[in-house]
């Protein structure tokens, strides 16, 4: 874990109507959101001025890999929340998630680590 959080207000719209979702299928027992948090590698820096004033830039980009770069995106962390209650109906409110460090490995997280 990062020692950070990240803050889901009741207030989140999502695209996916959840609950139809897990309705449709009667295997499921629940359904777990994974959220996942990109840095954004910033092509408008240039990595070779010695400009002070963009140095923390600098020296934060240079830590992007190619592959990194390439796709201009890396994984900060991620998040997990179940979404249901065990009746099956959709959780609401406002939920400080931990952030895990990435690669996500959901057999890592214990049960007591999903909000």
């Known amino acids: ?58 020296d934060f980009l240079e830590n992007f890999t190619d592959d990194q770069r390439a796709a201009s995106e890396r994984m900060f962390g991620y998040a997990i929340l179940k979404i249901n209650n065990p009746d099956f109906t959709i959780r609401y409110g406002t939920y400080d998630l931990n952030l895990y460090k990435p690669p996500i490995n959901m057999r890592k997280r214990l049960q007591k680590d999903m909000h």
């Open 1 to 58: 874990m990062y020692g950070k959080y990240l803050r889901l207000a009741q207030e989140t719209r999502w695209d996916q109507n959840f609950y139809k979702l897990l309705k449709q299928d009667p295997k499921k027992l629940s359904m777990n959101l994974i959220l996942e948090v990109y840095e954004q590698f910033d092509d408008s820096v240039d990595l070779e001025a010695d400009n002070v004033s963009e140095k923390s830039k600098r």
